[in-house]
């Protein structure tokens, strides 16, 4: 078997048969749906917290009520998609949503945004993970951006390998995140209460900065608006029902609520405690930067062992919480790829039955968004929270259009039935209305720090869709128009062959052989780039070959004997003279057929690519490009290995591995 | 036309005829092949200076000695290349020289040294230019490393557009950097002899460091070692000789000549200023760094206008010195390439005349040493000295060989010229002797500090450089072998077809068309990836389409109908099942032939391979690689725009524009 490098990284192929074995339960879905989810606990108090920072003290005592505001909104979301899962148990992300009941121009408002979304997902995640680790070991400071791109090479080869390992393998540190950060949340609530309110700081956390500027209306809605980015990666479970297994209704409604609770009693408990302690957020850019988590375990439970290991999750966790976009982002690219609004590359399931095309389009994109705002989370959030509330509210928009159709169009007669829709109804139509208004929120906050950029992308990436769409119209128009004619048989006959070789070798031996076969009009074609005295030898000495090896024996076999030309060519190219060849054969045959027969050297090895110049796959690409349709290029291969079809096959379809087997 | 990205960054072809006019003479030359050894001058004495700063004063008066052994080195050197280049006239680098004079092993040490030595001249080069920048302006110095990077890709583009560009571009920075740091230099020397050796600095060095070591043998060995950095460089004349307007010869020495020159008088001139003023190195890593050329401009000149002007040109000079390896390197494995020790790709010469490969494979390595060590000069500089110097020794040692050869071999009677034979000789022997033992000398000195690291990676590099000669001769062998036979006639007759199709439309349409054509024995296949009542309907449509547009024509017109097939395939790949019916085909017709015909959409604009899936490319590779050696592949083209052969003449062959045309 020769080396494979995408086997080494990538694993064997996967059949159709083994993909139910791939899906998840509420166990492993909770780590690959829910660690966006969870890990926005992170960061979204944080960034709530750097709004509220410029206020001091006042600020911080604003964090409890601000939470509460976001928690009812999370409610709200949960009911919503709950219903959204039961009503689309085949992915029922927004896009699909928002199609079905909005019209086309919704459901890729609603793409363009869950894709927006799903970027700054990645980036926002690493770079809030980073923060967790550069707190923790504060000599990593310098290193920020190149610490988050390490981590999102290795989350994207882990995806690509497809979407089981993901689940489990993110598994451990998941349930360790909660458990470590729930029990900080815990004792820290346990020493507020038993100390009347006043808890004595293990590590005191840095002073209060002093209130540089009032507590305003707006100031409070700006921090809103960045701690709405808590509630990010809800929608994550809905978007990707079909990765359930059976019944996938009931495992995707599980995994949802454990999600929603969790993040709910992590939400609260952060609030609580950070104003109890006195916690609040710092500047990431600076060196001794701590994040708000690093500081409230500190100050809870001191910084012994357990607080490495709390920020070790707490890292693994934000980190991988950007997998959860690996799962949904090429799944929605998929979807509106087979729409045809997307390049078909991305429809294409890859060896292990993930979409191998728009997990590297995600890893593009994170990592520009990372180099380009240098890895600081604070600076991703207002292009966040705006990708991720547009389709919120679209998905709920879409869901409640929904129901106010099945109340018109569904059967009278039910009564219960109807009433249990116009419930329906009434919670999605809050859901939009809620998510609408805390998306008017957020744009008019965080308008100038940077969602003005959100608001130019998404309209650009919707024309480009469109554009994508009417293309692959135009192409299938153009070649199933007139497709429904009968074959032509009239026009029968053998097509002029041309035959370029570069000297007599058995290659080309093999391509006169193979070119006489199908024609009897051949001519070998031997194009010189440089003259000289030593390109006229040999020249003089293909010529006598030729004559001995192919001219006589044709002859004396009553066959036409196929022609030998010499051509030059000033520019080293074989295209031109060949291109040229082509004209003047279909000048000569109005309307006959030409055909150029490649002898083509097969490597089969990986270094084939580099050991040889490739020539023929350029110049039949520029053939076939050029050589207007009344040409056919065959290519007749000399394999340097022996290699035989079953060996290719078995390259193909491996035999399933048993359950278990290190892939 | 079509947008091309090529044309856009590369520039459009260049025709043989024109390669003339890109020729360089002594003027162009200078900057060309001259870069490198005047840049040494800027980073050879203060490699020097780093080793003896930790000697303080008494290391400072040791400069001068160290610098006329360096000359008297430089003086050796610039006799045996003089030599070289006449004895040479068609590239004499030292690959040549020693293949011809000491056999091939010598002449793939002479390539390794060499490519090694190229290799660390870009990475040097540039580090030392933007020590120079971040010295004129201190708050880049955090950038270093991204500065590095930005300069490479600017001299990798504009050496893929071709060797004029560069001589004349690069003019007006080499000879402005020769003409403002001879001035200071100048000014300096007067300053000091007008003060009796007691110049007063305009700008004041930071003081001599305290003598933390003292001034032992060993340091000064190891200061010298260094300083031989500042003789890279010299031998890129001899090694392009080619390069040059007729008469090559006299052009070459006279380029050789003036660099050597120069570079002499700016040695001397910086040692003896240097110590007058008491000017140290200091470290690069450290904030606040000033390289030895900025001191030294200060004190003399003090830090107006006229500073940044020298500092300009300085680290113009030192940044594009690494170009006079873009001129060698790919000229150099061009060379190695047509004796076929590297890949060919080496050799083929890109659409503007200039090894396209090699200058990427050279771009890539030194952004690779330029990330490894950070950008800092002083850690490349054990590195760069032992490849530079082992090349500068096998070159003389090859002339010295040469020489011998001449006058065991050359005609008795002509005495005068057995003379000068011996003369050239003993000159060349003497710069083999000299090299070799400075070779020596720095392998002791910078072992530990990097030396090592070329010493594994040379026999590594003569190791790969022969298993890739072995894999060519292999192959060569493998295609000859038996060529000499006849072509077979006896096997005459039409190959059994396939035609994998998706749909019917007019791509699949043409296929069969031209199949049937080809064969009397047509088999088209469809292959269903996944099952499904859908699927079955779309099944049945086929077949109905198949019989009446393709079946009952065929039988009326007395033809033999082609078939259609269905088959389906677990694993998504289309190329499993193709495989298995070659198979069949080939057990049912041992020794007979069989055709693939694959109808191919050409989309010719350059998002065709964004916007298709490309199955039909990845098809054909892997049918040629395992369908054995009776299959051959045919491609059907589908033109989504038309374009006839005289459009891809013109791409690939355009008019020569006129002189002065912007490219």
Chains 1, 2 share one sequence.
């Not at 209704?249 to 939400?267: F, K, N």
Request: aromatic residues 8%; proline residues 6%.
């Amino acid at each position: 078997m020769p080396v494979s490098l995408a086997k080494l990284f990538i694993g064997r192929p996967v059949a159709n048969r083994e993909a139910e074995d791939l899906k998840l339960g509420v166990i492993s879905g909770l780590p690959a749906m829910g660690l966006d989810g969870l890990g926005s606990a992170s960061y979204g108090p944080e960034a709530a917290l750097t709004i509220l920072a410029a206020t001091g003290a006042a600020g911080l005592g604003a964090i409890e009520p601000i939470t509460w505001v976001i928690l009812i909104l999370l409610v709200i979301l949960f009911l919503s998609y709950w219903q959204t899962i039961a009503a689309y148990p085949n992915n029922g992300g927004s896009y699909i949503v928002a199609k079905q009941n909005l019209g086309t121009n919704a459901g890729l408002l609603a793409a363009a945004a869950l894709m927006v979304d799903y970027l700054l997902n990645v980036a926002v995640g690493i770079s809030a993970g980073v923060g967790a680790l550069t707190s923790a070991i504060p000599a990593l400071h310098p290193l920020t951006l190149w610490l988050c791109l390490g981590i999102l090479i290795v989350i994207t080869v882990t995806n690509l390998r497809g979407t089981r390992e993901s689940g489990l393998a993110w598994a451990v540190p998941t349930y360790l995140f909660v458990a470590s950060l729930g029990f900080v949340l815990a004792w820290g609530s346990y020493k507020i209460m038993s100390s009347g309110g006043q808890p004595q700081p293990v590590v005191a956390p840095p002073e209060l900065p002093k209130a540089a500027a009032g507590l305003t209306l707006w100031l409070l809605l700006r921090a809103f608006a960045s701690g709405c980015t808590a509630m990010t990666g809800v929608e994550a479970v809905s978007n990707g029902v079909g990765a359930f297994r059976e019944p996938r209704v009931r495992h995707a409604h599980g995994t949802l609520a454990a999600i929603v609770g969790i993040l709910g009693l992590l939400l609260f408990g952060i609030a609580h405690v950070a104003q109890a302690y006195g916690v609040m957020a710092m500047d990431q850019t600076q060196t001794g930067y701590q994040s708000v988590l690093s500081q409230l375990v500190g100050a809870v439970y001191g910084r012994g062992w357990f607080y490495y290991v709390t920020i070790g999750s707490v890292l693994a966790v934000l980190c991988l919480s950007a997998n959860t976009s690996f799962v949904g982002f090429p799944r929605l690219c998929h979807l509106v790829a087979e729409d045809g609004f997307l390049p078909r590359p991305f429809a294409v399931p890859g060896r292990r039955l993930v979409y191998s095309v728009g997990i590297l389009f995600l890893a593009t994109g994170a990592g520009g968004l990372l180099i380009i705002f240098g890895g600081i989370t604070d600076r991703l959030i207002p292009l966040f929270a705006v990708g991720a509330f547009l389709s919120f509210t679209l998905s709920q928009a879409g869901m409640a259009a929904h129901w106010r159709r099945a109340l018109r169009d569904g059967p009278a007669s039910s009564l219960t039935g109807r009433h249990t829709d116009r419930a329906k109804l009434a919670i999605n139509g809050l859901g939009a209305l809620a998510t609408g208004i805390a998306l008017a929120v957020i744009l008019a906050a965080k308008f100038v720090e940077g969602a003005w950029l959100t608001v130019i992308v998404i309209p650009c990436a919707i024309v480009l869709l469109r554009a994508i769409r009417r293309y692959y119209d135009d192409v299938d128009r153009h070649v199933l128009r007139g497709s429904h004619r009968r074959i032509d048989l009239a026009t029968h006959g053998s097509p002029v062959v041309i035959v370029p070789i570069k000297r007599w070798d058995r290659l080309a031996r093999k391509a006169v052989e193979y070119a006489v076969r199908l024609s009897p009009d051949v001519t070998a074609l031997h194009v010189m780039s440089v003259g000289g005295p030593d390109a006229e030898d040999r020249q003089d000495a293909l010529r006598r070959e030729w004559r001995a090896l192919v001219e006589q024996p044709a002859i004396r076999a009553g066959v036409a004997p196929p022609r030998l030309q010499f051509v030059t060519s000033e520019f080293r190219s074989v295209v031109a003279p060949l291109l040229r060849a082509v004209e003047e054969v279909q000048r000569r045959y109005p309307g006959g057929q030409v055909m150029v027969v490649l002898p083509e050297l097969v490597e089969g090895r990986w270094w084939g690519y580099v050991m040889h110049t490739n020539r023929e796959r350029r110049l039949r690409a520029r053939l076939l490009r050029y050589g207007g349709p009344r040409l056919a290029v065959t290519s007749v291969p000399w394999q340097l290995r022996e290699a035989d079809p079953a060996e290719g096959i078995a390259e193909e379809e491996p035999p399933a591995a048993p359950e278990g087997t290190p892939a």
